[in-house]
């Protein structure tokens, strides 16, 4: 397997070429698997000649935690509180959705300006040799 290092301002890139299988599935490696945290699935984006793999984060029981925590701070109870936690959980899904329309576009505007520096590394002329 190929793996490359590369510096791409603060912080590493790395670089492993993987197999396709016939049945096109791939392998994540072991050690992306367990940095990223990863379970039994994750989100997939294609964009620009690129495939991105990204973790799956159900965070949805954080929301109402932390909604449920803010509105008791603000002095709801009862069935005020059930009302207003309702109100407000009907928001989450749009904001959340807002949000990763606003992050697919940087991902987008991002990949355009993607710099592939295998040729830097290996050189444009290394072709296979037989």
């Known amino acids: ?3 490359n290092k ?3 301002g603060e912080s590493p890139v790395e670089k492993r070429r993987i197999r396709i299988s016939s049945k096109r599935q791939i392998t994540i490696p ?3 698997y367990e940095s990223l945290k990863l ?3 994750v989100d997939c984006i294609c964009a620009n000649g690129m495939l991105i793999l990204t973790p799956v984060r159900n965070d949805s029981n954080v929301f109402a935690e932390e909604i449920l925590a803010d509105l008791i701070e603000q002095g709801y109870h009862g069935e005020k509180l059930l009302n207003e936690f309702k109100r407000i959980s009907r928001q989450v899904r749009p904001a959340v959705e807002r949000l990763i329309e606003e992050a697919d576009a940087l ?3 991002a990949s355009v300006s993607y710099i592939d520096h295998t040729d830097d ?3 444009i002329d290394d072709e296979s040799e037989d």
């Open 1 to 3: 397997m190929l793996e």
């Open 6 to 8: 590369l510096s791409m």
């Open 30 to 32: 072991a050690k992306y």
């Open 39 to 41: 379970s039994k699935e």
């Open 107 to 109: 991902a987008r505007e």
């Open 121 to 123: 590394i290996f050189g």
